[in-house]
């Protein structure tokens, strides 16, 4: 069985679909990228896999025990977090929240895996700055490391590379792609389909399904 | 002066008074932040001015504990207006204007169609810009804000984690399978109850202030999210003791003379945050 499949799977907003009777596996260990125009749909394809709104008929499979908490999410950025004063680690430990289960504060392991993500990142000088004050760039590795928090099997990433320039891009999809040969299921959303080709070993083009 | 400070402290009643007072600026800063940054602070607006027709029902009924009403039909609101302004957010603001205007227009007229004392506009103004002095609450009102200030702080302490990380990014709490519709309501719960407790000590219309300056002031300074909630707290305590102080020394009205002093405060950690960079 897959690891996320979709059997005709209709999504929208309010009883409008915005995309119809979708269909696709996703396997452990892929790396799974969503491509097509601006607007199309993809974001929410995406937010229907998280289960952040329902579909309008048809249905998301979680296969293979997979569970809610143990998918790492990195969301298209909102307003809100722009001028939210809050440190890199506080932000990466956040991350951390799906493992809190009853428990309010966090533990010693959890604060070691924050640290140990932000390391991995390569973001270890920026631990204390605040977050509104990074780069672009600095800011997706932040929203990367905390996703990894919350991961051990998937992460879902929204265009992480939008609005980063060409260099910067480079390397984060080094660092996705080795995530990806560590072992996470990659599901990406992207709309430059030339340098996700590199990537990838399945392009899912929501177009093409209408 | 001095004279008159001690002679006012050396009644047990005003000590209780005055650190009722603190607690109420101390956890009425802690969820500011929070309201500041998703944008709640209309929500806290249209609170107010449904804490304030629920005071004026509460009033008008000669119930000796005023909280009893207010308390829960604040909450409710809070609820509601919620829930409408996640739903859809044009109508969520028409829905908070109707029933925020509404309970002001109402609380009024009833206020005066059914004058409990013979001082009507007095009672009014005390309504909207706090009691002149904090003396005017009943024991049974300092027992309760010290209580409530107290659940609050308490509340926040233990969900600090899941504040933080709802407020920052709901989506991905959600995403990764954090409760947030519980969150939401909790959040919204402690905000209704904080804003009974302004209410209480600066009056509904001066209660934005009390929730939110000590917040921006700590904002324009600080860069991560526990220096500024713990900045923000205790720039509110200090506002609330200074405040207190100048009004008793003075005569001046509590509620204006703290929001005043808040207000101060905000100027020079402004200034600070701008100089700093
Ligand atoms: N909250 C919403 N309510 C109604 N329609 C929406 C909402 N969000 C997006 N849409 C519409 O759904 C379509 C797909 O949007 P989206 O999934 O964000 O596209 P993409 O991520 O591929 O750029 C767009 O036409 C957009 O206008
Ligand atoms: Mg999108």
Known sequence: ?????????????????????????????????????????KTTLMKTILGLQQPISGAIEFGEGLAKNQIGYLPQQTDVQRDFPASVYEIVLSGCQNALGKKFFYSKEQKALALSNIKKMGIEHLKDRCYRELSGGQQQ????????????????????????DPNVTAE????????????????????????????ANRIYDVAEEV | MIDKLILYLSFPYVRYAIIVAVLIALCSSLLGVTLVLKRYSYIGDG????????????????????????????????????????????????AIAMISVGALAFGYLIMNLFPSSANVSGDVCSTLFGSTSL????ANEVFISGVLAIVVVGIFILFYNKIFAITFDENFANAVGTNVGFYNLLIATVIAIIIVLAMNLVGSLLMSALVIFPALSAMSIFKSFKRVIIFAAISSVIGALTGLL??????TPVGSTIVAVDVVMFFVCYVIGKVKG
């Open chain 2, 47 to 94: 609170l107010s001015h449904v804490a304030f027709g629920a005071l004026a029902i509460a009033t008008v009924l000669n119930y000796t504990n005023r909280m009893v009403i207010v308390l829960p039909l604040t909450i409710i609101s809070a609820i509601l207006l919620l829930r409408k302004g996640q739903n859809t957010k044009v109508k969520g603001d028409a």
């Open chain 1, 1 to 41: 069985m897959a690891l996320i499949s979709a059997n005709n799977l209709t999504i929208g907003y309010d009883g409008h679909p915005v995309l119809s009777n979708l269909n696709f596996e996703i396997n452990a260990g892929d790396y799974f990228c969503i491509v097509g125009e601006n607007g199309s749909g």
């Open chain 2, 246 to 251: 100048v009004s008793i020394l003075v005569g």
């Open chain 1, 141 to 164: 590795r932040v929203l990367l490391a905390r996703a990894l928090c919350a991961t051990q099997r998937a992460l879902l990433l929204d265009e992480p590379v939008a609005g980063l």
């Open chain 2, 135 to 138: 003396l005017t609450l009943s």
């Open chain 1, 172 to 199: 984060m999809y080094e660092l996705i792609k080795q995530l990806n040969d560590d072992g996470l299921t990659i599901i990406m959303i992207s709309h430059d389909i030339q340098n996700v080709q590199g990537y």
